[in-house]
């Protein structure tokens, strides 16, 4: 177990001009585990695109679902990379993450990062659950809406929609 003071020591290595450095501290936060989460959470709006990107890494390495609100909005980064990451680590996630992905798709869909990357998380939850079968009926419209021409438009109500049946599951 460490100590507050020495994920703190981590964190600030994070943004370490060596990568050596920063791939060593990621690595250990990781190997603390969920104990790092919050400490990394906030590093997610860090102006250096550099340490939102290890923090991401680090986050979606972890896989604590508590993290979910904070990677979706993370999934909106103007860095293709972290937003990328973001989604990854949703994905490692699983499916805690659809609820609130719907959620922030039903208010925020007009964001072309969070739609493009919702997208991303929800075809690889589909492919990669074994439960996939009973989510596909909600999902699918969803995903369809994503890569339809009116998306801004339409996604908010498909996944209202999809919300309204996730939650009679």
């Not at 596909?136 to 995903?143: F, G, M, R, S, Y």
Request: neutral net charge.
């Amino acid at each position: 177990m460490v100590n507050e003071s020495g994920i703190d020591d981590l964190i600030k290595q994070l943004s370490d001009k060596n990568g050596q450095v920063r791939e060593k501290a990621r690595l250990t936060l990781v190997d603390i585990g969920k104990e790092a989460t919050l400490a990394l959470t906030k590093l997610l709006t860090d102006k250096d695109k550099q340490t939102r990107w290890e923090a991401t890494k680090a986050l979606g390495a972890i896989a604590d679902p508590v993290t979910i609100p904070v990677l979706i909005k993370a999934l909106e980064d103007d860095i293709f990379d972290v937003r990328w990451l973001a989604g990854e680590a949703l994905v490692a996630i699983g499916p805690d993450c659809i609820k609130p992905l719907f959620e922030a798709l039903s208010t925020g869909a007009k964001n072309l990062f969070l739609r493009e990357e919702a997208r991303h998380v929800l075809k690889y939850i589909l492919r990669d659950n074994p439960k996939a079968n009973e989510l596909i009926v909600i999902l699918k419209p969803v995903v369809d809406a994503l890569n339809g021409s009116a998306a801004s438009v339409e996604v908010p109500g498909v996944a209202q929609t999809a919300l309204k049946k996730l939650s009679r599951l």
